[in-house]
């Protein structure tokens, strides 16, 4: 069989990949803990997933409107008025099933051959995969562990040329768990208008977050029109296995998706859309964010301290999501080696940081999506093959 030439520029998910090879160790018996996918061990929350069940006996399993059920499209965009304290319209809410789709649609929408987009690294490895894949230039901007994983807006400017079209931000980030400050947004909106540029903002992450975020880059004047966001309920509600998304973005933009929509997977389905109202509008659902941001902030604290008592590995803490993302050069072994000897050796299933680019060497990650004896276990794992494996340290 022939492939086309594009396939080859598509890349790939290593959690998935990492998750396969942790299943087969415990299939022979093995001890593994998953610290690799980037899913949290909640149970959706039992309100949300009654809306469902009721939506389902009420009739919603047939064909919606292709950018999505207009009571889900008004929901989100109430949402996303309080967020960002502006007006966002129903006919600026694209529904989708999973937010990949926004990112690819975009770049499908407003990125030609051969234009420019510059991304995040470390970042998430479909930021890369799909800029390749429709034909664009990826031009990544390093996120410094000095930095606190933030962007330096004096190399973005610098990186900025006459085909320049898009930014990819992703605050709070993966795989850092790094927080965009409001200098930092303020700069890039200016950036971004003298430019005439679009930013593409995955806020996935902005429920799960351990201090005040700064309002995000769409609130600021001038941005609305030039700003896509990305967001979804996987994270924040326990809920990945349902595959709901949603963008944000101009009307324009809005209706060539719901094109894309029709000509691919022609709508999300009826009644993980409406279960989403439920999400988005019940006080229920929202105290069960809460317990969920308070367990994470736990195992965070946990694991980050765990961490730093390991010679040779240090680790920055978190401001959100729920990924760490610890610096393990002192113990003179490459990120590749560390995630895969870690998951053959100590049964610690990880991600090695060159997954998210080159600004990822000398890292890895680890998602703290389970509970704290297992974050426990896994640090307690980690020393000790840091003891007996390691190499000579450095420094």
């Not at 031009?139 to 400017?157: K, S, V």
């Not at 090695?352 to 080159?358: I, N, P, Y």
């Amino acid at each position: 069989m022939r492939f086309a030439s594009r396939m080859d520029r598509l890349g790939t998910e290593s959690a998935f990949e990492v998750l396969a090879q942790a299943r087969k160790l415990e299939a022979t018996g093995r001890s593994v803990v998953h610290l690799e996918i980037g899913e949290p061990d909640f149970d959706t929350p039992s309100n949300i997933t009654e809306a469902a069940y009721s939506a389902m006996r009420a009739g919603a399993t047939h064909y919606t409107p292709a950018a999505g059920i207009p009571e889900v499209r008004e929901a989100i965009a109430a949402t996303m008025s309080r967020r960002g304290g502006v007006a966002v319209s129903a006919d600026q809410v694209v529904v989708v099933p999973g937010s990949k789709n926004i990112l690819h649609f975009a770049l499908l929408s407003l990125v030609e051959e051969g234009d420019e987009v510059i991304l995040p690294d470390p970042g998430y490895p479909v930021y890369r995969s799909l800029t390749d894949f429709v034909g664009a230039v990826a031009r990544p901007i390093r996120l410094r562990e000095d930095r606190g994983f933030g962007m330096d807006l004096d190399e973005l400017e610098s990186l900025i040329s006459p085909r320049t079209r898009m930014v990819i931000i992703n605050s709070p980030q993966n795989p850092t768990g790094g927080v965009l400050g409001a200098a930092d947004l303020d700069r890039l909106a200016e950036l971004a208008i003298e430019h005439d540029l679009i930013v593409f903002s995955d806020e996935i992450y902005s429920r799960i977050c351990f201090s005040e975020l700064p309002e995000p880059i769409w609130s600021r004047p001038g941005m609305a029109e030039r700003t896509v966001v990305l967001d979804g309920l996987s994270k924040t509600y326990a809920m990945c296995g349902w595959r709901l998304g949603y963008g944000v973005m101009p009307r324009p933009l809005a209706q060539r998706m719901e094109t894309l929509l029709i000509n691919t997977s022609s709508c999300a389905a009826a009644f993980t859309q409406l279960a989403a109202v439920e999400a988005l509008e019940s006080p229920t659902s929202e105290q069960a964010v809460g317990k969920m941001v308070v367990e994470f902030r736990q195992r965070r604290d946990a694991l980050v301290q765990g961490l730093n008592s390991i010679p040779g590995v240090r680790c920055i803490l978190p401001e959100a999501s729920f990924y760490a993302f610890p610096n393990i050069t002192g113990t003179g072994l490459s990120s590749r080696d560390m995630a895969s000897r870690l998951l053959q050796e100590a049964g610690v299933a990880v991600l090695a940081g060159e997954a998210f680019g080159a600004g990822g060497e000398g890292f890895i990650r680890l998602a703290y999506t389970q509970g704290l004896p297992d974050i426990e276990e896994a640090v307690r794992r980690v020393a000790g093959f840091v003891e007996a494996a390691a190499p000579a340290r450095v420094g």
